[in-house]
């Protein structure tokens, strides 16, 4: 089965400043989706960045950017100039590719607080 | 509708009682998942539905929990006689093409059984 690991609980950044989020995943599936969603207080879960496996390219939205080492199986985020907007739970999810692989399994979490 | 809609926002139930929660999905999402999310068990996959059917029900806890899918759309589950172990935030999401589109959740239901 598919485990996605977030070490850091907690995290913090001055606004404007950068920081990165960590994710490790274990999978034997050679293609697969990588995703971040960020869920604020309003519970909603809002997709950050999705990454496809076979693609090589690391995903960028605007200041949201993705460093993915297949075969370290890491994915981690960075977001550039953070904002207080910024401010909430990430969690990293991973889902098969094909029918039958439509589970998402995500990380434990980490909360990230912007400091101004 | 313009997003996933879920109902209610919150509710609180007496041990014992019986719930229903409902999720509205995006129009045309044929695809339609719920999870839940729980402090010590963080995000956990309870069932998906495609369509009207539910070919994958392994994650729904117990013979309490049941979920059904009308019309291709409105999908709401059921929790009977509540424990408290049952309280958490049941989030509901829909997609129509997982691998372009991704996943679009709702806001969820915070569901606390005293």
């Known amino acids: 089965a598919q485990t996605v690991t977030q070490s850091q609980p907690e995290m913090s950044v001055q606004e404007a400043e950068t920081v990165t989020l960590s994710c490790t995943y274990d999978?034997?599936?050679?293609?697969?989706?990588l995703f971040w969603y960020k869920q604020p207080p309003s519970r909603q879960m809002i997709l950050v960045i999705r990454?496809?496996?076979?693609?090589?390219q690391n995903a960028t939205e605007n200041r949201f950017s993705v460093n993915f080492q297949k075969a370290a199986k890491s994915f981690s985020l960075k977001i550039s100039d953070s904002q207080l907007g910024d401010a909430a739970m990430y969690f990293c999810?991973?889902?098969?590719?094909?029918?039958?692989?439509?589970?998402?399994?995500f990380g434990k979490g980490t909360l990230l607080t912007v400091n101004p | 509708g313009a997003g996933v809609s879920q109902s209610p926002s919150n509710k609180v139930t007496e041990k014992g009682k019986d719930v229903e929660l409902r999720c509205d999905p995006i129009s045309g999402h044929t695809a339609l998942y719920w999870y839940r999310q729980s402090l010590g068990q963080g995000l956990e996959f309870l069932i998906y539905?495609?369509?009207?059917?539910?070919?994958?029900k392994s994650g729904l806890p117990s013979d309490r929990f049941s979920a059904e899918r009308t019309g291709g759309s409105v999908s709401t589950l059921t929790i009977q006689r509540t424990q408290q172990e049952d309280s958490a935030v049941y989030l509901c999401a829909s997609s129509y093409n997982r691998e372009i589109y991704g996943y679009t959740f709702g806001s969820g239901t915070r569901l606390t059984v005293v």
């Open positions: 990454q496809e496996a076979y693609k090589q």
């Open positions: 999978t034997s599936e050679s293609d697969y989706y």
């Open positions: 999810a991973y889902s098969g590719s094909g029918g039958s692989n439509y589970k998402l399994t």
């Open positions: 539905f495609q369509g009207n059917s539910a070919p994958d």
